[in-house]
């Protein structure tokens, strides 16, 4: 089966710019995550949607991040404006059950 | 809240030397205990899990066995290869929570 997509691969923006970053999870899979990982650090979750649904976006800075999952399949991460400590790796993941995640290659964001 | 920790790194091993990456957890209740792994270029990518405690989860080689009572997850494998080089995570989730991982561990094997 396909895989996680994510795009874009790369992304070198400056600071107080905007950027978005897409995601399409695995045909069928209800859950789909998005993590910030910083460099040097395990992946932090940011939201979690079940269906179109939001489940926790707790950590999520939400006076610059957004995100959407239209019609419950891909999803959309938008940072604005963007700070230089938004420099990550912003991965998606997917799942069907809560025990297995399936991870994308990640978008990596640098912030100049 | 439940938190991950994980040994430093990086590890450096030659090839067919035996590999430890110590993980102690804490946790309310019995979380469930994973490996993910990450290749270069690539995504983590689920290695192996244990449920319930005493479990030892396995995959590829690599072994973890589930400690309550000193909760601990060790990842193990008894001889490392050069494509084994990647950067582990141990992770827990409980029921109705989300993952927490750890900071990684990122380990080279040479030749």
């Known amino acids: 089966e396909a895989g996680v997509a994510q795009s874009p691969r790369y992304k070198i923006i400056e600071k107080r710019q905007s950027v978005a970053f897409w995601c399409n999870p695995i045909s069928g899979h209800a859950t789909l995550y998005w993590y910030q990982q910083i460099l040097g650090q395990g992946p932090k979750l940011l939201i979690q949607?079940?269906?179109?649904?939001?489940?926790?976006d707790s950590q999520l800075p939400k006076d610059r991040f957004s995100a959407e999952r239209l019609k419950g399949v891909d999803s959309t991460l938008k940072i604005q404006p963007a700070k230089l400590e938004d420099s990550a790796v912003y991965l998606c993941?997917?799942?069907?059950?809560?025990?297995?995640?399936?991870f994308g290659s990640g978008t990596q964001l640098s912030v100049l | 809240g439940n938190s991950v920790t994980q040994m430093e790194g990086p590890v450096t091993l030659s090839e067919e030397a035996f590999l430890t990456i110590n993980c102690t957890y804490t946790?309310?209740?019995?979380?469930?205990l994973f490996w993910y792994v990450q290749y270069p270029g690539e995504g983590l990518q689920l290695l192996l899990k244990a449920t319930k405690a005493d479990d030892k989860g396995s995959n590829k080689g690599f072994e973890a066995t589930y400690r309550k009572e000193t909760t601990s997850f060790h990842l193990e494998k008894g001889s490392v290869q050069v494509s084994d080089s990647a950067v582990y995570f141990c992770?827990?989730?409980?029921?109705?929570?989300?993952?927490?991982f750890g900071p990684g561990t990122r380990l080279s094997v040479l030749p």
């Open positions: 992770a827990l989730t409980g029921y109705g929570q989300n993952f927490v």
């Open positions: 993941a997917s799942s069907r059950g809560i025990e297995k995640l399936f």
């Open positions: 949607f079940q269906n179109n649904g939001v489940v926790d």
């Open positions: 946790a309310t209740g019995y979380p469930s």
